[in-house]
């Protein structure tokens, strides 16, 4: 069985991941920065379908303490699967911006990247199998008025989703990223009526967690083993 770690994977699209790696026979760590309590709770939704599932929380912009429980998580072997779903909002025009909303977002969605990926990587390349899957967004690809700060950090993530697959092709593990469109959520809800989603999605709807997460159940998967340094979009057809 592999273990598989999905960094914020309390959220909706998290959740989904979460499930949906336990469904492929995955142990799952749900991890979880404040909402602890809900990771928990999707620990125990994934024991009661039968599958193995535990729970772990740390700041991933805080280098040493990542490195400290992830340390802990390598002592009961190497983690296959690495999600790096973690990500957080700070949205402003950038001439309003604030020097703490831009470093906080880099912090945690690129940043995030470095701190949980790089103690990983010599326990999974000796396995000469591996699968790290880097959740973008479709504003890395088109740019979103008030998020140049997220923006910049999910690009950031294409660059070095594409430099680390090429680093570890010989090894086994593939590196791909995957970029959202607009996905049903209690903050997508908020933020778009019916008619601006119309307006903006040539299918016409959001897209759901379930859908996201079953592209990255299959990039975790045997049969995408030829898959590598690609950023794959699942907009809608939102170009």
Known sequence: MKRALVTGGSGAIGSAICRGLA????????HANNNLSRAEEIVRSIKDQGYVSCAVSFDVADADASREQLEKLLEDGPIQILVNNAGIHDDAPMPGMKP???QRVI?????GFFNVTQPLLMAMMRTRWGRIINMSSVAA???NRGQANYAAAKAGLHGATKSLALELAS???TVNAVAPGVITSAMT????????IEALVP???AGTAEEVAHLVAFLASEQAAYI????IAINGAMS
Request: one cysteine or more.
């Open 23 to 30: 469904s492929a026979d995955c142990e799952v760590i749900v």
């Open 100 to 102: 703490g909303q831009w």
């Open 107 to 111: 912090d945690v969605s690129l940043n």
């Open 141 to 143: 690809l088109m740019g």
């Open 171 to 173: 090894r086994g593990v």
């Open 189 to 196: 809800e908020a933020v778009f009526s019916r008619e601006q």
């Open 203 to 205: 299918m016409k709807r």
């Open 228 to 231: 590598s340094g690609q950023v």
